[in-house]
């Protein structure tokens, strides 16, 4: 299947910065059946994502609300909340800021970026050969793409 509809979804600043290098590289015709969406903790991701014409999912919300309240501290190593910088650009390098700013954000109906994706890339497969093929760009260095995929 030549054309198979294919997401490439780029997961922190690295993975967002390869999907805008990968969207570049398409041509019409590819665009057609390739979709690809950001997800950042960092806000500074937004601008390149949208200046290569693809969706962009901010994965900033009530973290520090949630740190505050102690909640899911089984999540994190000890004196993580400490670690944690008040100005830190992202998710500080912690993987556990980033799973919080994901929950936030899909509890809050922030993916819908993502799901119009996936229906136009599905929406334009005939039924019988309805896939859609995953690729996940991404560092596990860091703390938003680590803590997204792992």
Known sequence: MKDAPTLIIGLGGLGCSVACQLSR???EA???HVGIVCLDTDPTSRQPAEAAGIGFVPLYAHRRERLARGQFPDWFPPHAVTLYRRNAIGSGQLRTVARLDALDTEQAGGFVCLDQEI???LSSTPEPARRLN????GSLAGGTGSGLFL
């Open 25 to 27: 590289q398409l041509d």
């Open 30 to 32: 590819q665009r057609s």
């Open 134 to 137: 995953l690729v996940v760009t």
């Open 119 to 121: 229906h136009r890339l």
